[in-house]
C-alpha cells in the first residue's frame, strides 16, 4: 500500500480527493490527510513519502513554511508534488515561479481533481524510479535514454513535461529556474503534437474556435470522437549525455509545412497564443529542429555545471572544500574516517586506474560505502571539473544523526534500496548464466 500525503484543511478538497479514488483503486493507497503543521512536517520527516498532494490554494495552512521546510533537506524531501489549486484565486504559471525550487510535477484545478487526480499518481508511481532514482549518474557513463508514451490527453500532458524536466533536475544538471522554463516548454510543445499532429488541428480552426471561446481541451475532445485518432499516441523520449539532453517529440499525424508555421507565428502579435511552445523552447534550448515531414521535433539543452545543490540544514556549518579540474578527492587504499556531502560538481570513479562510474549532487555523498564499514577507500575520485563538496567526520556526522534523526531513516531506506538493486542485478546475472 502506497502512503499518499494530503496536504489540505478543506473539507471540499477532501471530499474531491477521497473521490478521485474508486472502490477498485482505493485499497491501494493509504491516504493521510495533514491540516496541522506539526503533523505536516513529521510527516515528510519520517514517513518520507514518494508523492504527496499540496492544496495550493488553502488559506489555513502556511504553505510557505511547507515548502521552506522541504526546500531546507530536499536531499530527503525529494518526493513527487502534485499541486492542486482554485484557479478563481491563484495563476497556475506564478504558483509554479514561486515554488520552482521543490518537485511539484504538475498543477491541477479544483475542477479537475476528481477526473484526472488518481490518473497522474497513477503515471508518477509507475515512473518514480525513472525520476528520482538515487545513484543514477554512477552508470552515466555512456548516457542514457528513456521514454513516456501519451495519449491524447491534454490535461495529462503537464504532467509528462514535469517529470521530463524533474529528470534533469534531480541530478543537478539545469538549474530550479530553467527546470520551471523547461516544464513549460515542453509541455506547450507535447501539447501542439496532441493538437496539431494527432488531431490535425490547423491554424485556422484553431484560431476559429478560439474566438468561438473554445479551449484546446475541447477541440481536441472533438476531434477524438474520431476513433482512429483518439487511438494515435505520442512518443516523448530523452537521451541525456554528458553534457546535454536531447528531447524528442513524436506524434503520429501526417505532418504539416514547418517553415509555413514558423512564418506565420514570427509574423503574429506577440501576445498570441499561437506558436507559444515553439517560442518557449526555442528560447530555452541551445537547438530546436523539425524532421522533414513535420511530425517530430527535438529539443537540444546543454547542462549547466555551475547549478549546486541546497546543502542540508544539518550540514550547513560544515568544512567546505572547493576543487578544481583533476583534483584527487580520494585515493584508493586510505583510510575511511570521513566522507563528502556533493554540492556541485562532476566526478570519475576509479578502480586500479580504469574508470569504473561517475559521481554528481545526484548521488548525494561520495566515500559512503567504506566510510560506513570502516574499511580502506575501495576507488579512487578525481574531479573532473570545477565542484564543491562538505567534509563530514565521523564525529560530525554522529552529531549530525543526533539532532536531526530522520537523516538517519533517510540514508537506512537509501542503503536499502542500494541492498534491493544489487540483489536484482545478482538474480538478473545467475538467469544469464543459467541460460548460457
Known sequence: MA??????????????????????????????????????LEFLSY??????????SDPLIDIDEVVAHIRDDKWILNFGILGVYSDEKDNEEAILQKYRAINVLTMLDIVQI??????????????????????????????????????????????????????????????????MRLQLALGELIVNAVEHGNCGITYEEKTIGMEKGLSVVELVAEK??????????????????????????????????VKAYLKKIAAQ????????GIKLAAKLSSSLEYNAIGNQVSLTLMHDPTVEHEV???????????????????????PSDYLYYIVSGRYSVYHHLKKV???????????????????????????????????????????????????????????????????????????KIAQV
Open 312 to 334: 542540508p540544514v544539518g550540514f550547513s556549518h560544515e568544512q567546505v572544500l572547493i576543487v578544481k579540474k583533476g583534483d584527487i578527492v580520494l585515493r584508493e587504499g586510505e
Open 269 to 276: 502579435d506577440a501576445m498570441s497564443l499561437h506558436g507559444r
Open 114 to 179: 476528481r477526473s484526472h487526480l488518481a490518473r497522474n499518481v497513477q503515471i508518477i508511481e509507475q515512473n518514480f524510479q525513472i525520476i528520482f532514482q538515487r545513484e543514477f549518474s554512477r552508470k552515466l557513463l555512456d548516457g542514457v535514454s528513456g521514454s513516456f508514451i501519451i495519449d491524447n490527453d491534454i490535461l495529462a500532458i503537464p504532467l509528462y513535461a514535469g517529470m521530463g524536466a524533474t529528470i534533469l533536475a534531480q541530478r543537478g544538471l539545469i538549474s530550479p529556474d530553467n527546470k
Open 357 to 431: 562510474g561517475a559521481l554528481s549532487p545526484q548521488d548525494i555523498f561520495m566515500g559512503e560505502m567504506s566510510f560506513l564499514l570502516n574499511q580502506r577507500r575501495s576507488a579512487a575520485v578525481r574531479a573532473d571539473g570545477p565542484g564543491k563538496l562538505i567534509l563530514l567526520t565521523r564525529k560530525t556526522f554522529v552529531s549530525v544523526i543526533r539532532e536531526y534523526p530522520h537523516y538517519g531513516i533517510f540514508l537506512s531506506k537509501l542503503l536499502a534500496r542500494r541492498l534491493i538493486r544489487s540483489n536484482d542485478q545478482n538474480a538478473d546475472l545467475l538467469n
Open 224 to 257: 477524438c470522437k474520431d476513433p482512429r485518432i483518439l487511438a494515435r499516441k505520442v512518443d516523448f523520449l530523452w537521451d541525456i549525455q554528458q553534457d546535454r539532453t536531447v528531447f524528442t517529440i513524436r506524434d503520429e499525424g501526417a505532418g504539416f509545412d
Open 47 to 56: 514517513d518520507l513519502p514518494e508523492i504527496v498532494i499540496i492544496n495550493f
Open 3 to 40: 502512503i499518499l500525503g494530503v496536504i489540505n484543511s478543506d473539507p471540499e478538497i477532501k471530499k474531491l480527493v477521497e473521490a478521485a479514488f474508486p472502490a477498485d483503486i482505493r485499497p491501494a493507497y493509504d491516504l493521510k490527510f495533514l491540516s496541522e503543521k506539526e503533523g505536516i
